[in-house]
């Protein structure tokens, strides 16, 4: 079993920055790709950014060139910088990882940007 601790959650103003972490710790195998999801109120679980074990990113539209996905392999860790927030960035966020084929996910942190 491989857990997953996120952190960084809060709540600041638009314009404003968060960056977020989840470390993953257990049974480790082998993590191949992590990805950090978002669900707000009455909305589905969307995603926002994915990274591979080699580093390629991929991003929502909504928020390239405000976000910015990376890891750390020697941690097992995600990080997500989230610049320039606006209201609609209001969600919780979650972060997902693959190891050895199956899907973990992280508890959630609240994320609030208030106009």
């Known amino acids: 079993q491989v857990q997953l601790v996120e952190s960084g959650g809060g709540l600041v103003q638009a314009g404003g920055s968060l960056r977020l972490s989840c470390a993953a710790s257990?049974?480790?195998?082998?993590?191949?790709?992590m990805a950090w999801f978002r669900q707000a109120p009455g909305k589905q679980r969307e995603l926002v950014a994915t990274?591979?074990?080699?580093?390629?990113?991929d991003y929502a539209d909504s928020v390239k060139g405000r976000f910015t996905i990376s890891r750390d392999n020697a941690k097992n860790t995600v990080y997500l910088q989230m610049n320039s927030l606006k209201p609609e960035d209001t969600a919780v966020y979650y972060c997902?990882?693959?190891?050895?084929?199956?899907?973990?996910w992280g508890q959630g942190t609240q994320v609030t940007v208030s106009s």
């Open positions: 257990g049974s480790i195998f082998s993590i191949n790709a």
């Open positions: 990274i591979t074990d080699f580093g390629s990113t």
């Open positions: 997902r990882v693959i190891d050895a084929s199956r899907f973990y």
